[in-house]
C-alpha cells in the first residue's frame, strides 16, 4: 500500500471520528433540550390547574358596598 494513501485514509478516519463525536454531542443537547421542555410544559400544566382551582370561588365573598 502507498504511504501517501495510508496517511490519507488515517486523516479520513480521524475526521469521521470527529464528526461522530460532534454528532453524538448534538444528539445529545437534543435529548436534553427536549427533556427540559417536558418539565416546562409540566410545570405550566400544573400551575394552570391551580389557578383553575382557585378561580372557582374567587371573589363571591367581596363586599363592595361604599
Partial sequence: MDPASLVAAMAGAQASAAQMALAAKMVRMNADA???VAQVIDAAQQNIQHLADAAA???QNIDIRV
Fill in 34 to 36: 427536549a427533556a427540559s
Fill in 57 to 59: 370561588g374567587l371573589g
